[in-house]
């Protein structure tokens, strides 16, 4: 559910990963936002430190979310070539 322009994030358990869905917001408001929705999974381990430190920082998993990857895109490279 979209309340007051915040998105509420569904989340599933299986076995060792978790899925977190967000569902899409109303286009006019994800439009004026300029952003999009993305689904991925996780492990389980890693979702429970995202939630401990959103916890500690007073603020929703997603924004922590953004705020670490937009971190990671100042530190990698460009053209930066993934490591496995």
Do not use: C, H
């Amino acid at each position: 559910m979209n309340t007051r322009g915040r998105t509420k994030i569904a989340t599933k358990t299986r076995a060792k990963k978790t899925a977190i869905t967000a569902k899409k917001t109303a286009k006019a408001d994800a439009g004026e936002r300029g952003t999009t929705s993305v689904t991925v999974r996780l492990d389980n381990e890693l979702v429970a430190w995202l939630d401990a430190r959103a916890e500690q920082e007073n603020r929703s998993r997603a924004n922590l979310i953004e705020t670490l990857l937009k971190r990671a895109k100042e530190v990698v490279p460009t053209g930066a070539q993934p490591t496995v």
